[in-house]
């Protein structure tokens, strides 16, 4: 069981960054594939980064060059820095951990808000 708790998120202005942070409690986090969804009312929630156990990492188009995201084994986080934000960047912010046979564990979500 893993329990995830987010935070760093607000409203900025178009062109600022924004920290988002995810703690984990819970065994074997260095195990998971670790990442970050968001999503808007109506629609699903898509993939903005993810970073595996061995620290290979993958971003979605519309962010890449933008966000970067690390993992913190040892302190059993992970975070997502945004750069560059921009009013499509808005949405809540979900944190998440997988591994085979468990499947996802998600956090509560953390609203961003980039206003232009």
């Known amino acids: 069981q893993v329990q995830l708790v987010e935070s760093g998120g607000g409203l900025v202005q178009a062109g600022e960054s924004l920290r988002l942070s995810c703690a984990a409690s819970?065994?074997?986090?260095?195990?998971?594939?670790v990442g970050w969804y968001r999503q808007t009312p109506g629609k699903q929630r898509d993939l903005v980064a993810f970073?595996?156990?061995?620290?290979?990492?993958n971003y979605a188009d519309s962010v890449k060059g933008r966000f970067t995201i690390s993992r913190d084994n040892a302190k059993n986080t992970v975070s997502l820095h945004m750069n560059s934000l921009i009013p499509e960047d808005t949405a809540v912010y979900y944190c998440?951990?997988?591994?085979?046979?468990?499947?996802?564990?998600w956090g509560q979500g953390t609203q961003v808000t980039v206003s232009s």
């Open positions: 998440t951990a997988w591994a085979p046979s468990v499947g996802n564990y």
């Open positions: 819970g065994s074997f986090f260095n195990l998971y594939a």
């Open positions: 970073i595996s156990s061995g620290g290979n990492t």
